[in-house]
């Protein structure tokens, strides 16, 4: 069983910068491509970045790009969201998720393993 485990969510102010990372444990052969999402409260679960198995692509959401960076460590079965000049509107539970296959087009309806969820609150 796959297990993926956020940390590093908090609150911080508008501007500030917060890393997020997801280890995956359970399975010695994981080659799936990884992502973030993230869903704030009302609203449904969004598309925040993606990376695939072997690193080399990368996808962001508009909303994400120039002010996140997604990176994974295989050597730590690792994934991180470096993000940063945070908004109050990228308040929300942030969801590390591993896609079903290994590219980095990591979609909501195609996800094998999901993690519990870390808390982002961005304050004004």
């Known amino acids: 069983q796959v297990q993926l485990v956020e940390s590093g969510g908090g609150l911080v102010q508008a501007g500030d910068s917060l890393r997020l990372s997801c280890v995956v444990s359970?399975?010695?052969?994981?080659?799936?491509?990884m992502g973030w999402f993230r869903q704030a409260p009302g609203k449904e679960r969004e598309f925040v970045a993606a990376i695939s198995w072997s690193g080399a692509d990368i996808n962001y959401a508009d909303s994400a790009k120039g002010r996140f960076t997604i990176s994974r460590d295989k050597s730590k079965n690792t994934v991180y969201l470096q993000m940063s000049s945070l908004k109050p509107e990228d308040t929300a539970v942030y969801y590390c998720?591993?896609?079903?296959?290994?590219?980095?087009?990591?979609?909501?309806?195609?996800?094998?393993?999901w993690g519990q969820g870390t808390q982002v609150t961005v304050s004004s």
């Open positions: 359970g399975r010695t052969f994981f080659r799936n491509g």
């Open positions: 998720a591993a896609g079903r296959g290994g590219s980095a087009v990591v979609v909501l309806d195609q996800i094998d393993y």
